[in-house]
């Protein structure tokens, strides 16, 4: 009995750990973000998966505002690539994602920031643990080794990031960031006028 509730006790300990992780990697990720620490952000993100990420929202935004004719969806979308190339170039890089994590707008963006950024500092006191709470309550898990965290949690949906965090190996790397509605269609114009 005794060796039961000890295993009971360690596997539950090594859940609760597990689900804490990627908590703790996206607060390693806003220090990071914070003290504009290219190195330590360079190692949480998967540049090529949130690549992927962005280039498929911007791409669905922007052929939503083409006139595609008789075009063929596949070629459009081909077209709209190369088209979209030098807007992600600018988005991809550790400089782009603080200015983006840090207020929620990129640095030349006319949309609105988010009031004091997309993470919040974590203080001891109620309205921040209410505000971690809210946040992990929020979370949705895609299985072991996928969460995707809506920041910040107290704005509304058309608002917030949603930030995707994947394990790889032993270390939580952020894979993808779906962007508020105004944004995408902001990037979409841009995309727009370097095509003109």
Not at 119 to 142: C, G, M
């Amino acid at each position: 009995m005794r060796w039961t509730l000890r295993i009971s006790f360690l596997l539950f300990l090594a859940w609760a750990i597990f689900m804490v992780s990627p908590f703790v990697a996206l607060y390693d990720l806003s220090k990071a973000v914070e003290a504009r620490d290219v190195a330590r952000i360079t190692e949480r993100v998967n540049f090529n998966a949130l690549r992927a990420s962005l280039a498929r929202q911007i791409l669905g935004e922007y052929l939503k505002t083409q006139d595609l004719g008789g075009l063929d969806r596949q070629a459009a979308a081909q077209a709209g690539t190369a088209t979209l190339n030098p807007v992600l170039e600018e988005l991809i890089t550790p400089q782009a994602l603080i200015d983006l994590l840090d207020d929620g707008q990129l640095q030349q963006s006319a949309g609105a920031a988010v009031a004091g950024g997309i993470f919040f500092p974590l203080t001891f006191d109620a309205a921040s643990f209410e505000k971690a709470w809210r946040t992990f309550i929020l979370s949705e898990s895609q299985g072991f080794r996928s969460i995707t965290v809506p920041l910040p949690a107290d704005e509304p949906k058309d608002r917030q990031f949603r930030i995707t965090l994947r394990l790889s190996s032993t270390t939580w790397r952020l894979t993808g960031i779906e962007l508020p509605e105004p944004l995408r269609k902001e990037l979409t114009k841009r995309a727009s006028s370097a095509t003109k």
